[in-house]
């Protein structure tokens, strides 16, 4: 697995990277040789956050961990990763190697998680409508909602306006 490494705000320094390095590389069981992890280490306002993405087959596993410092982070995060990919791994057998879940053990969790099928409650459907982002805001805020989903005026294209875990806004533009 290639591993991709960004500081932000953070030195990360050789002996923390190959700890990481060191304890990724025991997810090479799930993953194919084309599979990438992306880790990102900042600090913010005496807070260390590392989050880690892992793409393989156009799938993603991603883990966001707030903590002290990092090593406990990355303690925290693979076992993230590692239920994401079990959960994963009963519905896409193809993503993952063969030999993958042939071990009776995993890596980072004690045990294996417990199945939580969802199933979808309620469908809706609603017009979509061309306004300025500002609007957007507006329309969702007067509707006490996390996110809305609108045509932007400016791109032409599909965004969702959703609200962030640390009380911002964020905006998912559509590619399509």
């Known amino acids: 697995m290639k591993i991709e490494f960004v500081e932000k705000n953070y030195d990360i320094g050789q002996s923390l990277k190959k700890i990481i390095t060191k304890k990724i590389d025991k997810l090479d069981r799930y993953f194919d040789d084309n599979a ?90 609603f017009d979509l409508v061309s306004m300025p982002i500002e609007d957007a805001i507006e329309n969702m805020q007067l509707l006490d909602h996390d996110f809305y989903i609108f045509l932007n005026e400016k791109s032409n294209k599909v965004n969702v306006l959703y609200n962030r875990r640390d009380g911002e806004l964020g905006v998912i533009e559509c590619n399509y």
């Open 36 to 125: 990438k992890a992306r880790v990102v280490c900042s600090l913010q306002n005496k807070t260390y956050k590392l989050e880690l993405t892992i793409t393989s087959k156009n799938k993603l596993f991603r883990a966001e961990v707030v903590g002290e410092n990092m090593y406990d982070n990355i303690d925290t995060a693979l076992p993230k990763i590692e239920r994401q990919i079990i959960k994963c791994s009963k519905r896409a057998k193809d993503l993952f190697r063969k030999t993958a879940f042939d071990l009776s053990s995993l890596e980072f969790l004690p045990e294996l998680p417990e199945d939580e099928e969802k199933r979808i409650y309620k469908t809706k459907e």
